[in-house]
Every structure is written in structure tokens, then in C-alpha cells.
């Protein structure tokens, strides 16, 4: 088994409501070994996307530890996370997520424009670019680089979050339910196309899914309620 | 360190939305204004405080007792610092011409209600000897600028006055015109008047009025002959009564010094004549030179600390030389002589800069709710860039950078449209008139041959450096709002 690059241990989460405290993660252990295919299964509710977003560190853990390649990452400062964030994880979302006012080509480039100077991108702006523009024709949008998410289908955003999510070159993709907004059709083409890269280079991927098909694509299944990851 | 994607998005931000136009429009029309309409006041006040320093003398010794004589105070004027001193007479007066309607009657008939009444024949009465006084102020240069003044708001040409080049200086003393102009005068008045008219000799001493109160009375000829009277109380024990007298003089020029309040009110004739209006008639034994202050002209190149000490020094020699259980004299500079007014105009500006400060708030506040709408609506946006790896410092550039633009952007424009204005400010006032009868800066409202503009490039730098600061500091909130967000929260936005 290859070495764990995405960990959580006895992670706990809780929202505070008013004078409530709302429990939602309790407790969870999950590794994610390199080249690992790890599909979240769950009710609505049971916790799977706050999971998500805890290991992605864009919400910290009431209590317990996220590590990548075994280093403790959820206490360093916010400006740290966000760099690690940068440079280990990919996010593809539901939604997509695309920013409406650039082209496909830029909102792929932005992932690129986050570790870097202004003068240091322009440096390497060409390399950077072809980068880009290969990651697109990679996902077959290599007529529509200068199109802006308005004028894509869902399919096509959805390819351009997916190649936004991998330029920067992370070792783990947090999927949440990458296909819950697609057709049928079209979300078998984007599942087929996420697989062919994650095994072309050797990806951890952690999916969100209440697909019971996509999740028997997937490595393992891990199975959560209420908060706890009950199988898997 | 901020992230390219900061400039880089703020951009594609800025340009996609065209609501951040009214921020560029807002801070360009704000610092055009504070540019321009400073530029304006600060030449306009140049300009006055250069009319009002030329229209005063370097030192005034004044709030002199009743009753003093310059003779008495002349020892106390010799200072090293002193290179010149004349004696002054001031009092109120009434001036009447002969032959023209009424005492003072405005010759053009108006629909305005006139309450100026120092056109309307009352006059500060300035009595000067012409000698003494050349030599501490710009009497001479004042005679000379008068004539220009008027020509160059009429058509025409308006005489010159010769009573400074009078040769004789009995005759100069006194301000008389040549003798065949007032002979002339006397004909045209129906006066008597030798039959011959080289053997008439001047008798009316001369009086001097401000090209204000000529262009409103009306254009006179030479030695046009004017009443002169004078009501005073007599000292000593006498009843209280006013004693009233009049004398005839001869219009003997006018003149402008710039000082617009001093040219109105003020007339100026020979100090004897006004001695005698008074009654301290030359004749009599008993009478003094009398004064009520005395013009000072300091050595120049005199800084502000010797004309200090100069001043000190005076008043202390002039008070020695006054009769004991006399109130204090003082001795004022020519920004004392003028204070109220100077503080006036300074107070002026600093309103002007308050409201035009005002307009630079409301542009930035301007900036302030674009940014803050942007910041609004592009919730999902920060939460999607916090999910790439941008850290919050980044996320608020964004909007910081966004707000620095359209400050930058407006600014720059403001600056380029408030210097072009400045420059041909003159020049589009001058094609709006010829035009279409437009003025947009009236110069017959403050009687100025041309609109005064002095552009400063500290005052612009100081503005544009602030304008830029201004927007830094608005663009601030919204920015720090944008890094604050929690990400999670901002990709559930809807």
C-alpha cells in the first residue's frame, strides 16, 4: 500500500447555533493513500461535505488532526493553508465554480497565479500558459479556450473545473458530487475523464457522491452518518 | 506577498463592470475641481494680497492722540532701519461736484438700489504730502495705473494727471493742475476766471479718486472743480457743536493701488488743505502739523525678525514722545493694516478647501459602494479563489488593488483635466464670452483684468497624492470584508 497523502484523525466538527453547539463531524479517522480512489457515500447530512472542506482546510477542525504526507496541516497559519491548500489539493465542486467574468483558458490559468508574484508569473506566463491550454485539450476543450462559462454547457464547466483543479499539480482532488449537476450522458463522459487522469498520474482522489455507481468505480467506499464514518 | 491573481483578477473586475466607471468619474471630477477651483483662489488671493501689499505702506503708525503733531514725533521716527516717513491726515468727508446734479449723483440711471454710500459723496479723506509721500509709497505708481485701469474696462483714453511732474514744489504740495486747465475748468463751470488765460494761476488744490468711484460717478475732465466739506467737533472746552467746513478743489487724477476697498472709499488731497478743513489752518500761529498717523518706508531686504524689532522700537520711541496719560499708539505692518480683511479672504479659501474636500468624500464614498457591491456580489468568486489556495491577504488585494485603480485612474485624469483648465482657463473664458455671452468667471465682479490662476505643483501633488490615499483607505473596508469571509460560507452563497 502506497504512504497516506491525505489523513484525518479523530476529527471533530461543530457549528455553534445560538447557544447550541451543533455536532456534524464526530470523530472521523480516514486515510487516502496516493493513487487511491476513495468514494464518501452518505445521506444528505451525514457530514460528507463538511469532511471535504475540513481536509481541504478551508474550515478548521473543532478538534483532531489533518495531515498530508503524515505532517499535522491544520494548525499552521491561515497564510500557510492556504499555500498547502494550493499546492496539495485540487477542488472540483457541483457547481463548478467558475469565475463568470474570465474565459475557460483564464480560469484555469488562475490556478497557476496563486503562489507566485505578479513579476514571477509574468516570467513564466508562457510556459504557464502552454501548461493551461494543454490541460484544456487534455479534457477536449481545446476549441473553447476563449469562451466564458456562459457559453459552455455543464459538461464543458464542469472539464474546465476539473483541469482548474489540475493544473497546479496536487496529489489529492476533493470531488463534492462532481456529477450531481450533469445528465446522465454527460456525467458518465466527465467520471470517464476524471478517472483517465487520476490514473494517468497517479492521483489521490476523494469523491462526495450519492451515486452508488460512480462509487463502485472508486477504490474503496467509505460510508458516513450522522457524522461517522460507519463503513469502509 | 499578494498573488498574481490579485491584479490580475481585479482588472478583469474593474473592466467587466462598468458601475466603477462612476468611482473614476466621481474622484477625476472631485480632483479637477480641488485643482482647478484652487488654482483660481490661490492666484485670486496672490493677486490680493499683492493689490492690498501695493496699496499699503511698510509701517503705520496710527491711534495717535488728537491733536498730534509730526514735527513733535519726527525725532522718534529716526531709526536705521527707517529710510523714509510721511505724514497722513484721515477723516470722513463729503464730496460734491459743482457742476454735476447732486452731491454725488450717479450719472447713469440704475434698477439696483445703490447702498454704497461712499460713491454717493462720502469719502475717506487721505491728507498727503505729495513729496513725503512718493517716497513711502507707490503714489506715483498708483497715479499712473489709474488711467490703465479705467481704459482698460472703457473704451477710450483718460488723461494722465501731471500734478507729480509740477516742477514748483509750493504748487506740487498743494496738487494743483496746471493753470490754463483750471482755467479752463472755471470756464466750462460758469466760475469766475481771469479773462486772460495765461495770466490765470491755479488755486484749487488738487484731490486724487480712486478710478472705482470715477468709473461709477462718471468720466471727468481736468481740474473739474469738486466741493470738499468737512464736520468736526472743536476741542477744548467749547459747547459741543459741529463745525462744518467746505473748500473748492480740482479733480487732479485718479488712482489704483489694486486694493479695491481703499480705491472706493479713499480720497486723497494735500494734507494742508485737509488741515485747513479741519480748522488748523496753516495761517493760523497756533496751529500744528497735524496727523493722525505716520507712513513708514523700511530699509529693504529687511526680514521678518528686524521689521519685528523695528516696529517694537518705533512704537516705544513714538509712545515716549506722546503726552503723558496717552492711550497706546501702534505701529502695524502691512498685513496688520489689512488684517480683517486678509483674514477674511484666508478664511474664504479654507472654505473653499472644506467644500471641495467634501466633493473628494463623496467621491470616495462613491468608490467606497461600487467596491462594496462588488465585494457583495462576488461572494461565490472569494470563496472559489480561497478554494485555489488564495490566502485572504490575497483575496482583500483584490478588492484593494480595485479601489487603488479607479483612485489611480481618476486621479490621473482629474490632474491631467484640472491642469489643461488651469492653463487655458483665460482662454475658454474668453471664447464662451465671445460666443455665447457666457462668462463662467465674471472678472468685473472682482475687477480683474484676467482671471487669476496660479497652479501650484505641490498643491496638485498634494492633492493627488491624497486622493490616492483616500481611496486606499475606502477600498480598505471592503477589501478586509472580502479577506474576513469564511470560504465555505462564500461557495454556499447564492
Known amino acids: 500500500m502506497n504512504a497516506p497523502v491525505l489523513q484525518a484523525c479523530a476529527v471533530h466538527k461543530h457549528y455553534r447555533l445560538g447557544k447550541r453547539e451543533i455536532p456534524v463531524l464526530r470523530g472521523i479517522d480516514l486515510s487516502v493513500a496516493a493513487g487511491e480512489t476513495v468514494a464518501l457515500l452518505g445521506a444528505s447530512g451525514a457530514g460528507k461535505s463538511t469532511l471535504l472542506h475540513v481536509l481541504g482546510l478551508l474550515d478548521p477542525p473543532s478538534s483532531g488532526e489533518v495531515r498530508y504526507d503524515g505532517r499535522r496541516v491544520d494548525a499552521l497559519p491561515i497564510g500557510e493553508r492556504a499555500l498547502l491548500r494550493h499546492r496539495h489539493v485540487g477542488f472540483v465542486f457541483q457547481f463548478y465554480h467558475l469565475i463568470p467574468e474570465l474565459t475557460a483558458l483564464q480560469n484555469v490559468l488562475l490556478a497557476r497565479m496563486m503562489d507566485c508574484s505578479l513579476f514571477a508569473y509574468w516570467r513564466r506566463r508562457r510556459e504557464v500558459r502552454a501548461a493551461a491550454t494543454a490541460m484544456l485539450e487534455q479534457v477536449g476543450l481545446g476549441e473553447r479556450l476563449h469562451h466564458r462559462p456562459a457559453e459552455l454547457s455543464g459538461g464543458e464547466r464542469q472539464r474546465v473545473a476539473i483541469a482548474r483543479a489540475l493544473l497546479a499539480d496536487p496529489k489529492v482532488v476533493l470531488a463534492d458530487e462532481p456529477t450531481g449537476n450533469l445528465d446522465s450522458t454527460t456525467a458518465d463522459g466527465v467520471v470517464d475523464l476524471m478517472f483517465t487522469i487520476q490514473r494517468q498520474r497517479g492521483l489521490a482522489f476523494l469523491l462526495v457522491t450519492h451515486d452508488e455507481e460512480l462509487a463502485a468505480r472508486c477504490h474503496r467506499i467509505v460510508r458516513m452518518k450522522d457524522g461517522q464514518v460507519v463503513s469502509g | 506577498m499578494i498573488a498574481a491573481a490579485a491584479p490580475f483578477l481585479a482588472r478583469r473586475y474593474l473592466l467587466t463592470r462598468r458601475i466603477n466607471l462612476l468611482g473614476v468619474l466621481g474622484v477625476m471630477f472631485a480632483v479637477w475641481a480641488i485643482v482647478l477651483v484652487d488654482s483660481v483662489f490661490t492666484g485670486f488671493v496672490s493677486q490680493i494680497r499683492a493689490d492690498v501689499r501695493s496699496g499699503a505702506v511698510d509701517l503705520l503708525v496710527t491711534d495717535l492722540p488728537a491733536d498730534t503733531s509730526y514735527e513733535r514725533l519726527r525725532p522718534a521716527l529716526v531709526d536705521d532701519a527707517v529710510v523714509a516717513t510721511a505724514p497722513r491726515l484721515r477723516h470722513h468727508g463729503l464730496i460734491k461736484p459743482v457742476n454735476v446734479r447732486r452731491g454725488g449723483e450717479r450719472p447713469v440711471a440704475s434698477a439696483e438700489v445703490d447702498f454704497d454710500h461712499t460713491?454717493?459723496?462720502?469719502?475717506?479723506?487721505?491728507?498727503?504730502?505729495?513729496?513725503?509721500?512718493?517716497?513711502?509709497?507707490?503714489?506715483?505708481?498708483?497715479?499712473?495705473?489709474?488711467?490703465?485701469?479705467?481704459?482698460?474696462?472703457?473704451?477710450?483714453?483718460?488723461?494722465?494727471?501731471?500734478?507729480?511732474?509740477?516742477?514748483?514744489?509750493?504748487?506740487?504740495?498743494?496738487?494743483?493742475?496746471?493753470?490754463?486747465?483750471?482755467?479752463?475748468?472755471?470756464?466750462?463751470?460758469?466760475?469766475?476766471?481771469?479773462?486772460?488765460?495765461?495770466?490765470?494761476?491755479?488755486?484749487?488744490?488738487?484731490?486724487?479718486?480712486?478710478?472705482?468711484?470715477?468709473?461709477?460717478?462718471?468720466?471727468?475732465?481736468?481740474?473739474?472743480?469738486?466741493?470738499?466739506?468737512?464736520?468736526?467737533?472743536?476741542?477744548?472746552?467749547?459747547?459741543?457743536?459741529?463745525?462744518?467746513?467746505?473748500?473748492?478743489?480740482?479733480?487732479?487724477?485718479?488712482?489704483?493701488?489694486?486694493?479695491?476697498?481703499?480705491?472706493?472709499?479713499?480720497?486723497?488731497?494735500?494734507?494742508?488743505?485737509?488741515?485747513?478743513?479741519?480748522?488748523?489752518?496753516?495761517?493760523?500761529?497756533?496751529?500744528?502739523?497735524?496727523?493722525?498717523?505716520?507712513?513708514?518706508?523700511?530699509?529693504?531686504?529687511?526680514?521678518?525678525?528686524?521689521?519685528?524689532?523695528?516696529?517694537?522700537?518705533?512704537?516705544?520711541?513714538?509712545?515716549?514722545?506722546?503726552?503723558?496719560?496717552?492711550?497706546?499708539?501702534?505701529?502695524?505692518?502691512?498685513?496688520?493694516?489689512?488684517?480683517?480683511?486678509?483674514?477674511?479672504?484666508?478664511?474664504?479659501?479654507?472654505?473653499?478647501?472644506?467644500?471641495?474636500?467634501?466633493?473628494?468624500?463623496?467621491?470616495?464614498?462613491?468608490?467606497?459602494?461600487?467596491?462594496?457591491?462588488?465585494?457583495?456580489?462576488?461572494?461565490?468568486?472569494?470563496?472559489?479563489?480561497?478554494?485555489?489556495?488564495?490566502?485572504?491577504?490575497?483575496?482583500?488585494?483584490?478588492?484593494?488593488?480595485?479601489?487603488?485603480?479607479?483612485?489611480?485612474?481618476?486621479?490621473?485624469?482629474?490632474?491631467?483635466?484640472?491642469?489643461?483648465?488651469?492653463?487655458?482657463?483665460?482662454?475658454?473664458?474668453?471664447?464662451?464670452?465671445?460666443?455665447?455671452?457666457?462668462?463662467?468667471?465674471?472678472?468685473?465682479?472682482?475687477?480683474?483684468?484676467?482671471?487669476?490662476?496660479?497652479?501650484?505643483?505641490?498643491?496638485?501633488?498634494?492633492?493627488?497624492?491624497?486622493?490616492?490615499?483616500?481611496?486606499?483607505?475606502?477600498?480598505?473596508?471592503?477589501?478586509?470584508?472580502?479577506?474576513?469571509?469564511?470560504?465555505?460560507?462564500?461557495?454556499?452563497?447564492?
Open chain 2, 119 to 494: 460713491l454717493n459723496g462720502f469719502a475717506l479723506l487721505l491728507g498727503i504730502d505729495p513729496a513725503t509721500e512718493e517716497a513711502v509709497s507707490g503714489l506715483r505708481h498708483w497715479l499712473a495705473r489709474g488711467p490703465e485701469e479705467l481704459e482698460t474696462r472703457h473704451a477710450g483714453t483718460f488723461w494722465r494727471s501731471p500734478v507729480l511732474d509740477e516742477p514748483d514744489a509750493e504748487r506740487r504740495a498743494q496738487l494743483l493742475m496746471p493753470d490754463a486747465d483750471e482755467w479752463r475748468a472755471r470756464r466750462r463751470s460758469g466760475l469766475p476766471a481771469d479773462h486772460d488765460r495765461d495770466q490765470h494761476r491755479s488755486q484749487w488744490p488738487g484731490v486724487l479718486f480712486g478710478w472705482q468711484r470715477i468709473r461709477r460717478l462718471g468720466w471727468f475732465a481736468e481740474a473739474e472743480p469738486f466741493d470738499v466739506t468737512c464736520a468736526s467737533f472743536p476741542g477744548g472746552d467749547a459747547p459741543a457743536a459741529v463745525h462744518t467746513h467746505s473748500l473748492r478743489s480740482a479733480f487732479a487724477g485718479t488712482f489704483a493701488t489694486g486694493h479695491r476697498a481703499f480705491d472706493e472709499s479713499t480720497v486723497l488731497l494735500p494734507i494742508e488743505t485737509l488741515r485747513t478743513l479741519l480748522g488748523n489752518d496753516a495761517a493760523d500761529p497756533a496751529s500744528i502739523d497735524l496727523v493722525t498717523d505716520v507712513a513708514v518706508r523700511l530699509r529693504a531686504g529687511l526680514g521678518t525678525g528686524a521689521i519685528a524689532d523695528a516696529k517694537e522700537r518705533l512704537r516705544r520711541a513714538v509712545q515716549q514722545t506722546l503726552p503723558a496719560g496717552s492711550g497706546p499708539c501702534l505701529v502695524l505692518d502691512w498685513e496688520e493694516q489689512n488684517r480683517t480683511f486678509l483674514s477674511a479672504v484666508a478664511h474664504e479659501q479654507g472654505m473653499m478647501q472644506f467644500v471641495l474636500f467634501v466633493v473628494m468624500l463623496v467621491a470616495a464614498f462613491v468608490i467606497y459602494a461600487t467596491l462594496h457591491m462588488m465585494v457583495v456580489q462576488k461572494v461565490k468568486d472569494i470563496g472559489i479563489l480561497a478554494s485555489l489556495g488564495a490566502s485572504p491577504r490575497s483575496i482583500g488585494a483584490v478588492f484593494l488593488l480595485g479601489g487603488f485603480a479607479v483612485g489611480l485612474a481618476g486621479t490621473g485624469l482629474g490632474v491631467i483635466a484640472g491642469v489643461v483648465s488651469a492653463r487655458y482657463l483665460n482662454t475658454a473664458n474668453d471664447w464662451l464670452y465671445a460666443n455665447f455671452g457666457v462668462e463662467l468667471f465674471p472678472r468685473i465682479m472682482f475687477d480683474l483684468r484676467a482671471v487669476p490662476c496660479d497652479l501650484q505643483p505641490s498643491w496638485v501633488a498634494t492633492v493627488a497624492i491624497g486622493a490616492l490615499l483616500l481611496a486606499l483607505l475606502v477600498a480598505y473596508v471592503p477589501s478586509r470584508k472580502a479577506a474576513r469571509l469564511n470560504p465555505v460560507t462564500a461557495l454556499a452563497h447564492e
